[in-house]
RNA sequence: GUGGCUAUAGCUCAAUGGCAGAGCAUCGCACUGUGGAUGCGAGGGUUGUGGGUUCGACCCCCAUUAGCCACCCCA
């Protein structure tokens, strides 16, 4: 114990356990994403940080990125984020592919912070994007899907909300207030924070960013207007077709919600989890320029990315992860003795055969020990072929759970489980 | 990057500055053809690391490392 080398800060380890639920998670996201007609797609897990540079924001790229210089002296970033991969990806082929496209994604990123509840330094992260449209319609079917993601893992309408928002409505009240374009990004940076910092504190950042006070104050009412969205045409269609789609309850107007990332210019959308403490679980938008950033041609999109601690933490803290058990539908073939090992060693392999899920006890040892293995690893039925089975071509299945057993001829005992089983 | 808390058996945690313990887990026995329950027993420790104070340190002080939590930021 003294000289184990230690995990790297912030990795992960997935136990078996663990795997089940990444797995079940992933399941759910292929589901929903597959169901919206969204292809599966992954980009390096290595970019030159070059990428990340022009767009993502600065904090992102200086802070937050793993960066080493590889041996030729570039430098190389583990990837924090996805999107800026898939704008390079269409961009290259981007007279080959079809419009719209649809695509999703789930594997690792990484991001150098100090790591805390819901977070670490390396997590795993859907994303999915359609490309190719400018519509009020692509932006609603991206927030109605991370619904319908939240519907399929029982989360409720009062557990976790979408909140939306769009950045020009933002932009354009900014301008009749008399914000000037020079300031405005640092003004969206403060109603990104408006929620994150005590009142006054947030007062005098605004005011020190440059604000009036007369200015401050129309922001402040600004922020209040729940019904802002009623300026919008476009929000008026995106709320229309989310009700359309049966959404509408899990869906909210919010005008704080502007997101981090600098290359959103449209429609930007979080889900929060209504019980307070938490931190936003999925957040997305809309990129009109990012395409064309990276070297394409100008050419539109719309997504959302979600991380996996965050989403286990809201269904932990809800009661909605899954119990998993592996081994229910897993016979546990017991080894008598030596004598008989080989009887078993078959007879386990006769199961398989007929496509059962069988483990064979690999040593010879006490079936009480055996029998509490299979206990311990939630196998319900076990197989014990002794010295009486072994002569009369027959085997013993033992119920696990009822604790009653029977004795059967061999060759119709494959059946039998199978039918035990379902 | 900032702040707070923590570190003792495999795990969860106790222990006025005076013999380092419990529960759970593990292993054995009761139980040589059967798990969960019960009883009895056993093994398991350089008290994160390095210094200091003291007759004496798990306990107090300093440093260091790691973890957790909250900021910042974000998934």
Known sequence: MKTMIQSVKGTREFYPRQMELRRWLY???????????????????????????????????????????DRGGDLITLRPELTPSLARMVAQKQNELTYPLRWWSFGPFWRYERPQKGRSREFFQWNI?????????????????????????????????VLVNHRELIDVELGKLGVVSDLKKAVFKLIDRKDKLPFDKWEATALEAGLTQNQLEGVVTLLE???????????????????????????????????????????????????GDGRSVLGGGHYSNLIGDVGGSPLGGVGFAMGDMMMTVI?????????????EKTVLVTVFDQSLMLSSV???????????KTICYPEISKLQKQFKYADRMGIELAVVIGPDEDVEG????????????????????????QQMLV
Request: hydrophobic content about 40%.
């Open 315 to 327: 269904l932990e803290k809800y009661g909605l992860l899954p119990q998993f058990g592996a081994f």
């Open 346 to 356: 078959g007879f386990a392999s006769e199961l398989r055969s007929n496509g059962v």
């Open 27 to 69: 399941a759910k996201i292929e589901a929903t994403a597959t169901q919206f007609g969204y292809e599966e797609w992954d980009g390096p897990f290595l970019e030159k940080i070059d990428l990340y540079a022009a767009k993502s924001g600065e904090e992102l790229v200086k802070e937050q990125s793993f960066v080493f210089p």
């Open 129 to 161: 994007d359609m490309i190719g449209v400018e519509s009020a319609e692509a932006d609603a079917e991206l927030v109605g899907i991370c619904v319908k993601f939240l519907k399929s893992v029982n989360v409720t309408p009062d557990q976790v909300k």
């Open 225 to 275: 207007n729940k019904e802002l969205w009623r300026e919008s045409e476009y929000l008026s269609k995106v709320f229309s077709i989310l009700e359309k789609m049966g959404v509408a309850d899990y869906v909210e107007y919010d005008p704080k919600i502007i997101r981090g990332l600098d290359y959103y210019t449209g429609l930007v959308f979080e889900a929060w989890d209504v019980g």
């Open 394 to 417: 027959k085997v013993t299945l033992k119920d696990l759970k009822s604790g009653s057993q029977e004795t059967i001829k061999r060759e119709d005992a494959a059946a039998k489980i």
